[in-house]
């Protein structure tokens, strides 16, 4: 009771505005009294309003009331000050809104220095002292002060969880593992914090090494970024000396290479740099996972500890590959020789040529050796909803299904007449132009298919064979029949060996020139792969024979 009325006698003698004992103590009209220096610093700020109020009742007065040392309250602390009242503590001890207060204090709070996590209490410094001189308290165990002692008690049994129930994943207390979770596999919480804890470092190590490899990715990325330049600035600058040589046709084609390899260079730079980005992103936030984890891994309350662990402990899977790989051409040098064939052969040979001068700058692509996917889900995510164009079918297939199915019939189909359309070969192409990264399934349902791409200048009128897909240079087929498979490219027929299935799957990088064709069934197995140069966009395109039915599926 002495302690309370000291503490009541401190608030008492306080001035409110400083929170610390009264120093040359004034009384304002309305009766509350300040520090002198505390007062006149408040009005100050209200000088320009012209009207003056108190801090705490916020009465007014005007004119500013002059103030004069209260020398009975001044009298009256200097005693309180030799009879023990100490100052008030400094305002940082007090607890603030975000602070773990003192459950001992009365009044005014202040901050707690340390959690019993046995006593489910917190303490300032000044309570905390019997943890320190008691005998039957020093072996409590003392936390940084929290707010969630109470998380440490058991509901049910209102007893200190020190247990953790490995079946059902949770903290209980003893009385939990002999009730509830009886027969269950129970350890005290320290073991499972121990447990827990190797994870943790194991997950720690993981992250520094993903943080090492992502290093050495961004500098293998700048060295690239580096390199791209200078073969960008060389070639630029040989260029510029081939076609000053040359007269005023070849100005033309002087600026049009210039401007393409200037493209194509800002093109790479900024693809490589957006990796490097995105890499310095992984690794930031790497660091920031394994602080986390660092945090908690010093954490002393077990039971904090194994709440947090499960939303720590997951580490998301990488978006890129552990390592960059950088497709080994030479960058921009062979634009050079390309110009200086054509310095070399004159005007005829630049008619010519310039195609071949335009496809070398845009083969430049650091980036394109991402690998191609080993598992159906990888593909999905480059799935194209593609349907078949009407304007290009043969007569006699009826396309059904929003135009996704299409099943070759015996009489002729109402189809105007359209400069697209196969007259002859059972064929039809589809509507979307397929560029970049895509993937597409077509499942036969009868009959005989052609699964195939082609430019859109692939011939079309006639019986010739240079309109039948993969008996061209500008169409690439896969024939399916129920036991067997050929690959067509070029009038050229190339056996296929694959498990037989009614689903192949399509997978074209346009960019990389790769096409692949795959059985696609509970696994997928690559039939044929393609690696070549495509100059144009291609469209997907189904040839069907006897009566064949066949569909481009939905896959999303």
């Excluded at 895509?438 to 309109?467: I, Q």
């Excluded at 997928?524 to 690696?531: A, E, F, S």
């Excluded at 189904?542 to 064949?548: D, K, R, S």
Aim: with cysteine; hydrophobic share 30%.
């Amino acid at each position: 009771m002495a302690e309370k009325g000291v503490q009541l006698d401190r608030e008492t003698f306080s001035c409110s505005i400083c929170l610390d004992l009264l120093k040359d103590p004034v009384t304002i009209p309305c009766g509350h009294s300040y520090c002198m220096n505390c007062i006149k610093s408040f009005w100050e700020g209200e000088d320009e309003k012209k009207i003056h109020s108190c801090p705490q009742c916020r009465q007014t007065f005007t004119p500013r009331p002059a103030l004069v040392k209260n020398t009975m309250l001044a009298a009256l602390v200097e005693e309180l000050k030799k009879t023990g009242l100490q100052a008030a503590p400094a305002d940082h001890c007090y607890a603030g809104p975000e602070d773990v207060t003192c459950d001992f204090c009365t009044g005014r709070k202040l901050k707690a220095l340390k959690s019993c996590l046995v006593c489910l209490v917190s303490y300032c410094d000044k309570h905390l002292q019997p943890h320190y001189d008691v005998a039957q308290l020093k072996n409590h165990k003392l936390v940084e002060p929290t707010t969630k002692l109470q998380d440490n008690i058991c509901y049910r049994h209102n007893e200190v969880m020190k247990m953790f129930c490995r079946t059902d994943q949770q903290s209980i207390c003893y009385l939990c593992s002999v009730d509830q979770h009886k027969g269950h596999d129970t350890v005290t919480a320290a073991a499972e914090r121990t447990e827990r804890q190797r994870e943790l470092e194991v997950s720690r190590q993981n992250i520094q090494q993903r943080i090492q490899d992502r290093e050495e990715d961004v500098k293998v990325l700048q060295q690239e970024v580096e390199a791209i330049n200078r073969s960008a600035d060389r070639t630029v600058e040989d260029s510029e000396k081939i076609f000053t040589e040359l007269i005023r046709l070849m100005e033309k084609r002087r600026s049009d290479v210039k401007q393409q390899v200037r493209s194509q260079q800002e093109t790479e730079v900024s693809r490589v740099k957006e990796l490097q980005e995105k890499l310095e992103q992984e690794i930031t936030e790497l660091k920031r996972k394994d602080a986390e984890l660092n945090k908690l891994s010093h954490t002393e309350d077990h039971n904090q500890f194994l709440h947090n662990y499960p939303s720590l402990s997951a580490l998301s899977e990488s978006e890129h590959s552990s390592s960059i790989n950088i497709r080994p051409l030479s960058y921009f040098e062979d634009v050079t020789a390309a110009v200086s064939e054509v310095r070399d052969k004159l005007q005829d040979v630049l008619k010519e040529t310039w195609r071949n001068i335009s496809l070398t700058v845009t083969e430049v692509d650091v980036l394109l050796s991402q690998s191609e996917p080993e598992t159906r889900a990888g593909f999905l995510k480059y799935s194209r909803e593609i349907t078949l164009d009407p304007n290009t079918a043969y007569t006699e297939l009826l396309l059904s299904e929003g135009n996704r199915k299409v099943t070759r019939m015996e009489d002729e189909q109402s189809y105007s007449s359209h400069p697209d359309r196969f007259t002859y070969w059972e064929q039809v192409l589809s509507r979307e132009s397929l560029t970049g990264r895509c993937y597409w399934e077509v499942e036969r349902r009868t009959g005989e298919v052609d699964v195939a791409v082609a430019y859109k200048n692939n011939s079309r009128a006639g019986e010739s064979e240079e309109c039948g897909f993969g008996c061209n240079d500008k169409s690439w087929s896969l024939y399916c029949d129920n036991d067997s498979y050929y690959f067509w490219y070029n009038n050229i027929q190339t056996p296929v060996s694959g498990p037989e299935s009614s689903r192949v799957g399509v997978y074209l990088d346009h960019s990389a020139g790769v096409l692949s064709f795959y059985s696609v069934s509970e696994t997928m197995t690559l039939l044929h792969r393609v690696q070549t140069t495509f100059t144009q966009p291609l469209y997907a395109g189904l040839g069907l024979y006897h009566g064949a039915t066949a569909e481009l599926c939905k896959l999303k």
